[in-house]
């Protein structure tokens, strides 16, 4: 009976989204498609009746540890998309969403309210600073969003840029006040704040504890009271967003999609916006929480489809799909994610590069926002080139490849993509090595231009002149604050906004924040165009040869000091060799640091006994002509484990 409605209500779809192809007739095409329709795996949810009226598509937008995952599955649990075993959880289903949360998680639920049965799609954004831009792009496919804040840590950084983004959009934001059961909750203070920064009415903060359970209930409801209803024209010409994809070994990319008019079935041919590579539809259905097929997706839905994409780099986030020969406008404001920090990695042991090969190329199949270019140095052999979002996007993505590849990795220092400007071109340098010498080519080189970043910190007063030094350390400019509360509040918190330079954030800049501020600083920022600045390219000789791997780019006014450090670090890395090692930094021709590696004194006078006082002298002669020698033709040879000891300390 069901399976008859459904055929009867895609016949009706098909008639009025699709056209048949030439030489065939409307009936006959109908009946062809809709038995393809009908030989679809069992559907276990049917989505035909839900219009645009029922349907709710939100995101959860909070600062790190705010609470986000946990309100998730409360939201799962209270919906009944994730059934409860006895202890009121069902961890295995958790657990399996736990490990796709890296990257944010997507599920739809099913909502009773007054009789009416909705549609809610939670669109969850990844929680990583580095992800902000894709944060913005999942907003795309929402109509509102709850912003949750800590009811004891009050506003931090990332509160306000998601609040930012999502006010950018024109998303209804439904204020939560997460954690209410912890003693040092404080929601009055939180919400006079919200209502400072925000401009929030007290009145409409949601109360809740994610953990409890505590005013979920209110959540489900302000969801659909509060967040109006998706638009989208069953009749339209088909044209799905895509806002995220997973990757699934047998079945290639699953891609998610918001549909934005139009009717999405099984068997459709389309196409991408932005690559114009035509696929066909495998497979589609909604996150409930997992997988579950459905016939088709309708103008408003949110869902997930397989459409044998082979690669996670040809899911673009941002890109319109469309149906093949029935064009739409592309979705405003697609740009391809962009790698802003890169690093060489290499094996520790020489030999084991095509271990490593095989585990980056694996897991790249899975992260489709790093890049991979092929690169070899002289001191540490083969190896690749990674560009990352951020640094703490690198960050995982080492773990991951040293849990893949079981052994340790050679990192070289993080960079990244300076604009140099040639008399006649431009181009983006991510490897110091391609960095050009400035002082010897200054009449080629017109400029070199750095990426910066607006950063803004949230810390309480007290450690706002700390955080203030540390941002001039690190070359800040433009640097403002404000308060937050009221003055002469006990524990008030200060927002310290400036432009820092992302090459200074990249290294150990959120240790430094962390530890100066004990722990309580917040941080943020957002991409801020690039800037003219002083930039050299600072080497390392090691028995006067240049060393690839260890090169760097610096501003001028800080190459003394990173010069000194470096060599000193270096002179207690290098094993000492048969022959003087002098240790040097330079920058261009300028030596501007140096350190002596003193040699090691083999005893070639210990055979002799007694007074032979000139035999002595004369292997010992011999031993300094053959030194002298050795320091002339000689190659320190640096264990891959020394690098592995300097490059891991330069680590964020
Ligand atoms: N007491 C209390 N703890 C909570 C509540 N909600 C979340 N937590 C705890 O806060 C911590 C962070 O919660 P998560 O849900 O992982 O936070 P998140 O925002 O998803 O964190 P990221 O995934 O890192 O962005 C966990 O230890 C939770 O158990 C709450 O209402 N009350």
New binding site residues.
């Given amino acids: 009976m069901l399976l008859r409605w459904q055929a009867t209500s895609h016949r009706e779809i098909l008639k009025r989204t699709h056209r048949p192809p030439l030489g065939q007739t409307y009936p006959a095409f109908c009946t062809s498609a809709v038995r393809r329709l009908a030989a679809a795996p069992p559907t276990s949810v049917d989505l035909a009746g839900f219009s645009c009226d029922n349907i709710r598509n939100f995101s959860i937008i ?1 600062h ?8 998730a599955d409360r939201l799962l649990e209270a919906t009944g998309t994730i059934k409860m075993d006895s202890k009121g959880l069902n961890r295995q289903v958790l657990d399996k969403l736990k490990v796709e ?1 890296e990257r944010g998680i997507t599920g739809n639920m099913f909502y009773q309210q007054n009789n009416l049965r909705y549609l809610l799609n939670l669109i969850d954004t990844p ?1 990583h600073v580095d992800f902000s831009w894709e944060v913005s792009r999942s907003m795309v496919a929402c109509q509102g969003a709850l912003l949750l804040v800590d009811a004891s840590q009050g506003v931090q950084a990332q509160s306000l840029s998601v609040f930012h983004a999502a006010r950018e959009r024109g998303l209804k934001i439904i204020p939560v006040l ?2 209410i ?2 003693p040092t909750a404080q929601p009055d203070r939180v919400k006079a704040q919200m209502h400072s920064i925000f401009g929030i009415e007290p009145a409409d903060v949601l109360h ?5 359970g505590e005013g979920i209930s209110d959540v489900l409801r302000a969801i659909v009271e509060r967040i109006p209803p998706p638009s989208g024209e069953t009749t339209g010409k088909l044209k799905a967003f895509l806002f995220d994809s997973l990757y699934d070994r047998y079945r290639g990319v699953i891609s998610l999609v918001s549909i934005q008019d139009g009717v999405l079935c099984k068997g459709d041919r389309i196409v991408s916006c932005h690559t114009r590579k035509k696929y066909e539809i495998t497979e589609l259905g909604i996150m409930h929480p997992e997988e579950v097929p459905t016939a088709q997706l309708l103008p408003g839905q949110v869902g997930y489809i397989a459409c044998n994409m082979k690669q996670s780099s040809e899911a673009h986030i941002g890109d319109t799909l469309h149906r093949v020969g029935y064009a739409v406008e592309p979705m405003p404001g697609f740009q391809p994610a962009k790698a802003m920090v890169f690093a060489g990695i290499y094996p520790v042991e020489s030999n084991d590069f095509p271990k490593l090969e095989e585990s980056i190329k694996r897991l790249t199949l899975t992260d489709r926002s790093v890049t991979i270019q092929r690169e070899s140095s002289s001191a540490l052999g083969q190896g690749y080139r990674l560009g990352f979002l951020g640094s703490l996007h690198m960050d995982v993505f080492r773990q991951r490849l040293e849990d893949e590849y079981e052994a340790n990795i050679i990192v070289t220092a993080p960079t990244v993509p300076y604009k140099v400007v040639y008399r006649d071109r431009t181009a983006v340098v991510s490897n110091p090595t391609d960095f050009p010498d400035i002082v010897e080519t200054s009449s080629q080189v017109r400029e070199v231009q750095e990426p910066i970043v607006k950063a803004t910190i949230i810390v309480p007063e007290e450690y706002l002149g700390e955080m203030m030094d540390l941002c001039f350390e690190h070359r800040a400019e433009d640097v403002d604050h404000r308060y937050l509360g009221t003055s002469g509040e006990a524990s008030n918190r200060a927002m310290l906004t400036c432009t820092l330079p992302l090459s200074e954030i990249v290294a150990d800049f959120f240790d430094k924040l962390k530890s100066r501020s004990s722990g309580f600083a917040s941080f943020d920022y957002e991409d801020a165009g690039y800037k003219k600045s002083n930039l050299v390219k600072m080497i390392f000789l090691l028995n006067t040869k240049p060393v690839d791997a260890l090169a760097l780019i610096v501003h001028r006014s800080a190459e003394q000091s990173i010069g000194r450090m470096w060599v000193k670090k270096l002179h207690k890395v290098i094993p000492r060799q048969l022959f003087e090692v002098p240790i040097q930094a330079a920058v261009g021709k300028r030596i501007i640091a140096r350190e002596t590696l003193s040699a090691l004194r083999a005893d070639v006078t210990a055979g002799l006994y007694g007074g032979h006082y000139e035999r002595k002298m004369k292997h010992l002669e011999n031993q300094k002509e053959s030194k002298r020698k050795m320091k002339r033709v000689g190659r320190v040879d640096l264990p891959q484990e020394a690098f592995f000891d300097i490059l891991s300390t330069r680590r964020p």
């Fill in positions: 909070a790190i540890d705010h609470g986000k995952s946990t309100l949360r929680g997460n954690k059961d912890l809740i504890s994610a953990k409890t």
